[in-house]
């Protein structure tokens, strides 16, 4: 049986995915190399025990989305991956717009508090428009900065 350990590495090639995924999520070479495997072009399956499952220290290290990501590809459903999307972008709307209505009732009050509540309402708006434009964009897709 072929271990995780004694898996064949993958080209600097099929990892580029990984490693830009891993430098801008601060993953350790490990999480790299679970990405890598996953990611990887293939012309046969993996061998067995290449693809590891995730442990509670890598799960904390990438945040809630990539495990559920993965149940909702075990279970075949989607709802539990669409509700922890909902609350982090519920939650992220709340608090960046919360922050922006409290400026905007100080803006009057100066040019340094005017500034303050441009710079909140544009960091809504520009947040807004740049996940709107992921969600809409094309699986695997190269992406652009708006």
């Known amino acids: 049986m072929t271990t995780a350990a004694n898996c064949p590495q993958p080209t600097p090639l099929t990892c580029a995915f990984a490693n830009q995924f891993q430098h801008h999520a601060g993953l350790s070479t490990e999480d790299s190399w679970h990405i890598c495997t996953a990611a990887a072009p293939r ?8 693809l590891k499952k995730r442990t509670p220290t890598t799960t904390s290290r990438v945040g809630p989305v990539i495990p559920a990501a993965e149940r909702a590809l075990d279970v075949g459903s989607a709802d539990e ?4 999307l909902c609350e982090i972008v519920r939650g992220q709307v ?16 100066g040019v340094a508090a005017a500034r ?3 710079e909140a309402s544009l960091g809504l708006q520009v947040w807004a428009h740049r996940l709107y434009k992921q969600a809409i964009a094309v699986a695997h897709a190269p ?4």
Do not use: D, Q
């Not at 012309?43 to 290449?50: D, N």
């Not at 709340?94 to 009050?109: Q, S, T, V, W």
């Open 43 to 50: 012309r046969t399956p993996p061998p067995s025990g290449c």
């Open 81 to 84: 991956l669409t509700g922890v």
């Open 94 to 109: 709340e608090e960046r717009h919360g922050r922006a209505i409290a400026l905007k009732e100080h803006a009057a009050e």
């Open 116 to 118: 303050e509540y441009v």
């Open 143 to 146: 992406s652009r900065r708006s």
